[in-house]
Each structure stands twice: as structure tokens, then as C-alpha cells.
């Protein structure tokens, strides 16, 4: 199993940026993918990014152009850049991870193809 520690959260006005942090360890992170999630109150958790092993990037077409995905072994955290935020941005965010070194080459964007969760980090934007 990894431990995942999402951070950054906050309540911001439309049009401002936020940078969300995922700090990993108890596998070697740079073995893993890592992707964010979302979830509005009273929705499903959905697919916002991810970053294979090999820093393939991938983005849900309502975030692509406005957030950017990112990993820094060295430091064992993965960092979601969210800019131009929107008030349908809102929700808590999650960090997951993939941690078969094989499935973890591949993009992943569905809920049960991720084994670790972190706790979630609240994003509120207001109009």
C-alpha cells in the first residue's frame, strides 16, 4: 500500500488558481501513476488527471487547458496546477494511486483502477 496526503485546498473567486499538492511514501513513488479526482456534493467522484510512471499526462476535457499535472520524484509528490478556476471546479479533490508497476504504464481514468486514496483536500470557487 502507499500512503497519499493530499494539500492546497482552499476557497477561491473565479479566475484565480490554486495549486494542490499529493505526498506519497511507502512505495517507491516514481514506480507509480498518479491521477486527481474530484467530487461535488451529491455527484459521482470524477476523473480530472493523471500522470503515468513515464510523465505521459492525461486531461478531462473540462480541465484540459486550465490545469496541469505534474510529478517530482525527488520530493515524492505529484501536484495538480488548477488556473482560470471556474465555480463548477468545486469539490473535494483526490489523489490516487496505480501501483502495479505495469498498469501504472498506461493512462487510468476510472474510480476502481486506482488502489490508493488520499483523504481529499476541499476546492470552493466562488462567482
Known amino acids: 500500500q502507499v500512503q497519499l496526503v493530499e494539500s492546497g485546498g482552499g476557497l477561491v473567486q473565479a479566475g484565480d488558481s490554486l495549486r494542490l499538492s499529493c505526498a506519497a511514501s511507502?512505495?517507491?513513488?516514481?514506480?507509480?501513476?498518479i491521477g486527481w479526482f474530484r467530487q461535488a456534493p451529491g455527484k459521482e467522484r470524477e476523473f480530472v488527471s493523471t500522470?503515468?510512471?513515464?510523465?505521459?499526462?492525461y486531461y478531462a476535457d473540462s480541465v484540459k487547458g486550465r490545469f496541469t499535472i505534474s510529478r517530482d520524484n525527488t520530493k515524492n509528490t505529484a501536484y495538480l496546477q488548477m488556473n482560470s478556476l471556474k465555480p463548477e471546479d468545486t469539490g473535494a479533490y483526490y489523489c490516487a494511486a496505480v501501483l502495479s508497476v505495469f498498469s501504472s504504464l498506461k493512462i487510468r481514468t476510472g474510480v476502481s483502477e486506482y488502489d490508493s486514496w488520499g483523504q481529499g483536500t476541499q476546492v470552493t470557487v466562488s462567482s
Open positions: 500522470i503515468t510512471r513515464h510523465e505521459i499526462t
Open positions: 511507502g512505495r517507491t513513488f516514481s514506480t507509480l501513476a
